[in-house]
């Protein structure tokens, strides 16, 4: 059975979802708070990570919901060429103003920070993790 991933609205969070819209079986939570990194967007979608409590805790017990541990900055450093899973609804192009329904899933391969000025020429800062290659990207890079 595959499993799905949490993705937020305005207030919720949900988890179990395979579907954004119209889709049963999953669980939703309100947003009891939402903490940004400081330098959030700072150039664009820099240090792009938050910390979300929920107003109750999810139900693991349910097959479509697994916790994930987070990475913490005392863990080891991924080596480059790691095969990272990515999934999203986010856009599938850059064009477009509607996010995907379906989510989608791919697997790329993390870069050195170096290669990533390679491949993207000063898209690519010390905040972000750099994997991919040009039309294949977890974001939308030009």
């Known amino acids: 059975m595959q499993k799905s991933?949490?993705?937020?609205?305005?207030?919720?969070?949900?988890?179990?979802a395979h579907h954004r819209i119209l889709e049963a079986g999953h669980q939703k939570r309100d947003i009891a708070s939402m903490e940004y990194n400081a330098d959030f967007n700072n150039p664009q979608f820099n240090n792009d990570v938050a910390l979300i409590t929920v107003s109750k805790p999810f139900d693991f017990t349910d097959n479509n919901i697994q916790s994930r541990e987070m990475f913490k900055g005392s863990d080891a450093k991924i080596p480059p060429e790691t095969i990272c899973n990515i999934t999203g609804w986010g856009?599938?192009?850059g064009v477009g103003l509607f996010l995907s329904n379906a989510l989608q899933w791919s697997q790329l391969p993390e870069h050195s920070h170096?290669?990533?000025?390679?491949?993207?020429p000063s898209k690519i800062s010390d905040g972000m993790i750099c994997?991919?290659?040009k039309g294949h990207t977890s974001c939308i890079v030009s």
Do not use: D, M, R, W
């Open 5 to 16: 991933l949490i993705y937020l609205s305005n207030t919720q969070v949900v988890a179990g």
């Open 91 to 93: 856009h599938t192009s």
């Open 114 to 120: 170096e290669e990533c000025e390679e491949i993207f």
């Open 131 to 133: 994997a991919g290659s």
